[in-house]
């Protein structure tokens, strides 16, 4: 074997090599995890429970280390070097979203208008939703009902669930880790893409606009705001971009989520992961802030990253390893020596 193949297959074992898991004490680590958990909880009830990216990538490399409280230090920079790189990708894809809307590109309107009310028999299913469960008129200050807390726990999960999945597959295998930062990461980069060549006005934009001719109100987060609970973005904030709604982000990853656990666990109870995007997709729609249409347009982006991914790590798999170079034969009309 070459000296280059030497380094490449010594580069390819160390990245996938999991990363050693330190032994630490149960009783340790349930101190430890107890007094992290009290310290998220006092964070999150005097500023908020965070929200943006760096804030939640700090906080669970926290938690990996109240976990492996017992870890040398080196074994807990470990999640630095590693994570640094797509945590940068995302504040990337954070800020560059935000920037789209300033592109001057037309917005779409009426397609998504158009292909929910066809689905919705001549009214969108934002509309029906709306007037059966907030209300006719719905209002912002109209009463909450208790799936409201319910649905605004289910929409505030996607700022957290796919890191924490993430942090939970570092800790226990990095080389599944790899795998889904990987599809996490494309995930979110390929709405991108689409936000900057197809922006979209969401329903609650079309309505305020006048193109959509029923009320649709903009109520997202109803009913935290009663038990108490918000969300901040204290390290990434006020950045936003109310077009990029083609595809929703919010129901991909919730896809994306739903079908990589199913595909992965072997539980029976794996297929329960189903409720996640048909909740996530309920509460975007009644909200407000996407159409069907978005929706399904997230769930097909999270197949094609799901079956990109898959074929491309299977090709890998599937590649020869380098070896030493073969002898070249000898031709009877080759010249000797």
Not at 6 to 28: F, I, M, N
Not at 148 to 162: E, I, K, Q
Not at 250 to 279: K, M, N
Request: a neutral charge.
């Amino acid at each position: 074997m070459t000296r280059g193949a030497d380094e490449a297959q010594e580069q390819l074992a160390t990245l996938t090599r999991p990363v050693a898991y330190p032994r630490t004490r149960r009783k340790v680590r349930v101190i430890a995890m107890l007094g992290y958990a009290v310290a998220l909880a006092g964070w999150s009830a005097v500023l908020g429970i965070p929200n943006d990216t760096v804030q939640v990538f700090l906080w669970l490399w926290l938690g990996t280390i109240a976990w492996n409280i017992e870890a040398k230090p080196s074994y807990h920079l470990n999640f630095l070097r590693d994570w640094w790189i797509p945590v940068v990708g995302l504040v990337i894809y954070f800020y560059s979203r935000g920037l789209t809307d300033e592109l001057g590109l037309p917005v779409h309107v009426y397609m998504p208008i158009h292909f929910d009310q066809w689905i919705g028999g001549g009214q969108t299913p934002t509309e029906r939703l709306q007037h059966a469960w907030c209300g006719d008129p719905c209002l912002k200050d109209s009463e909450p009902r208790w799936f409201d807390v319910l649905f605004t726990t289910v929409y505030a999960s996607h700022f957290v669930t796919g890191l924490t999945i993430a942090a939970v597959l570092w800790v226990r295998n990095r080389a599944e880790w790899i795998k889904w930062m990987r599809r996490y990461v494309i995930i979110n980069f390929g709405a991108l893409a689409v936000y900057i060549m197809y922006p979209m006005a969401p329903p609650w934009m079309a309505s305020e606009k006048g193109w959509l001719h029923e009320d649709v109100i903009r109520i997202t987060s109803r009913g935290w705001s009663d038990i108490g609970l918000d969300r901040i973005d204290l390290i990434l904030h006020g950045v936003g971009n109310p077009v990029a709604a083609m595809p929703s982000l919010h129901a991909g990853i919730t896809f994306l989520i739903a079908i990589y656990g199913i595909q992965r666990l072997r539980s029976p109870w794996r297929w329960l992961l189903v409720l996640y995007p048909l909740l996530m997709s309920t509460a975007l729609v009644y909200y407000g802030e996407h159409y069907v249409v978005d929706i399904l347009a997230g769930a097909l982006l999270a197949g094609i990253v799901l079956i990109g991914c898959q074929l491309w790590e299977s090709s890998r798999d599937r590649a020869p390893t380098p070896t030493s170079p073969r002898p070249v034969s000898r031709r009877s009309d080759a010249p000797t020596d």
